[in-house]
Structure formats: structure tokens, C-alpha cells
Nanobody
Framework: QVQLVESGGGVVQPGGSLRLSCAASGFTFSYYEMSWYRQIPGKERGFIARITVGGYTKYADSVKGRFTISRDNAQNTLYLEMNSLAPDDTAVYYC???????????WGQGTQVTVSS
């Protein structure tokens, strides 16, 4: 059973940094494409960043140059390094695991990030 647990959220001032983690279990992590999404109340969940099995990365334009996605296959953990945070980055951040063979998707419970002075 796929299990994803996000951590690392919190309150940070504009211009600050945070690193989110997503601990994965119940599946072969290295075989899954991993992504981060975020959601603001009343809006749809939106794509932030993706890292493929081979380590290729893709970012939403809104975070390009500020956020970095990475994965540690030995530790079954996905990361999102967030720099130069702005109030518009305030959201619940979710980890997503996509099985590249079946296309099935799994989500974590989310972690709240609040950027405020």
C-alpha cells in the first residue's frame, strides 16, 4: 500500500526558505515518478514540480529558479527546497507518486506552508 507523509511545512517570512520532505513507503520508490503540487482553499490543486525515474525535472513557471525538487532513492524520500518565498506561495503542499507502468496516482495528506510577515 502506497503511503506518503509530507513534513517540513510551517510559517516563514517573505524571502525566507523551507525544505519539504515526503517520506514514501509501501512501494518501490525508484520506479515512481514523483511530484509536488499545492492547493489554496477554493482553488484546484496545481502542479509545482516533477522528478522522473531518471532524475529529469520540470517546474511550473511560477516557481522556476526558486524551488528545487530532488529525490533520495536510498532513503525513499522526496524533497522540495523552496527559496525566496512570497505570500503567493502560501498553500497546502502535497506529494504525489505516479506509477509509470499503470498510471495510478497516490497522494500524501499535505503540509501547510504559510508565508507571512
Amino acid at each position: 500500500q502506497v503511503q506518503l507523509v509530507e513534513s517540513g511545512g510551517g510559517v516563514v517570512q517573505p524571502g525566507g526558505s523551507l525544505r519539504l520532505s515526503c517520506a514514501a513507503s509501501g512501494f518501490t520508490f525508484s520506479y515512481y515518478e514523483m511530484s509536488w503540487y499545492r492547493q489554496i482553499p477554493g482553488k484546484e490543486r496545481g502542479f509545482i514540480a516533477r522528478i522522473t525515474v531518471g532524475g529529469y525535472t520540470k517546474y511550473a513557471d511560477s516557481v522556476k529558479g526558486r524551488f528545487t525538487i530532488s529525490r533520495d532513492n536510498a532513503q525513499n524520500t522526496l524533497y522540495l527546497e523552496m527559496n525566496s518565498l512570497a505570500p503567493d506561495d502560501t498553500a497546502v503542499y502535497y506529494c504525489n507518486a505516479a506509477d509509470i507502468y499503470t498510471g495510478s496516482n497516490s497522494w500524501g495528506q499535505g503540509t501547510q506552508v504559510t508565508v507571512s510577515s
